[in-house]
């Protein structure tokens, strides 16, 4: 049952360079969207969100669009640095559950 | 920076044996969770804590779990007899606000192997 999915398990970028992390779903009653970045030994670490109201949050770095009728979302981080390098996770809520369903992750490897 | 703590960060057991996951959640926060990732899988919710109550669990979730906050400070889960497939890695979190923000914030996980 995966309702959410990250269909590429990794990515390798040029420290600079802008990388594209995507992500589908497939329950259209999900209103609400996340990232989540995890290092090593380490739990996740919330990133940014994004309302279904919506389609583009932007913070610092970190921009999230949304396309609900793709039901698609992507993760765009400009300029990518090295300490960007981690595996993230895409997830997603529907109105009132407590639930988090989060992708596998993608890893991403920002080279210096 | 106030961050979630568990203990222990690594767990091994026996097939069968009862097993406490402890969770020290962020001082003022509401919600409490735990999830799980198996190795190479994905992070999967199993139970949600608000009120001194259970307010959300999965199917994954079942009689053999249970959490406790047994004070006002700790968080655990127990499993009660554990079974080869319950080798993972057991996130705790903890958020402030309404549940379903969705800002956990995760403690570094708590490995459990059982042979």
């Known amino acids: 049952d995966q309702q959410v999915k990250q269909n590429s398990p990794s990515l390798s970028v040029q420290e600079g360079r802008i990388s594209i992390l995507n992500c589908d779903y497939t329950?259209?009653?999900?209103?609400?969207f996340l990232w989540y970045k995890k290092y090593p030994a380490e739990g996740p670490t919330f990133l940014i969100s994004i309302s279904s109201i919506k389609d583009k949050n932007e913070d610092g770095r970190f921009t999230v669009f949304l396309n609900k009728s793709a039901k698609h979302l992507s993760l765009h981080i400009v300029p990518s640095q090295p300490g960007d390098s981690a595996v993230y996770f895409c997830a997603a809520s529907q109105g009132g559950s407590e639930k988090l369903v989060f992708g596998k992750g993608m890893k991403l490897t920002v080279n210096p | 920076e106030p961050e979630v703590t568990q203990t222990p960060s690594h767990q091994v057991t026996q097939m069968g044996q009862e097993v406490i996951l402890r969770c020290v959640p962020i001082?003022?926060?509401?919600?409490f969770y735990w999830y799980r990732q198996i190795l190479g899988q994905k992070v999967e919710f199993l139970v949600s804590f608000y009120n001194n109550e259970i307010s959300e669990k999965s199917e994954i979730f079942d009689d053999q779990f249970s959490v406790e906050r047994p004070d006002g400070s700790n968080f655990t889960l127990k499993i009660r007899s554990t079974k080869l497939e319950d080798s993972a890695m057991y996130f705790c979190?903890?958020?402030?606000?309404?549940?379903?923000?969705?800002?956990?914030?995760f403690g570094e996980g708590s490995r459990l192997t059982v042979l």
């Open positions: 979190a903890s958020s402030g606000g309404t549940g379903n923000t969705g800002e956990l914030f």
């Open positions: 329950n259209s009653m999900f209103d609400y």
């Open positions: 001082s003022n926060h509401l919600y």
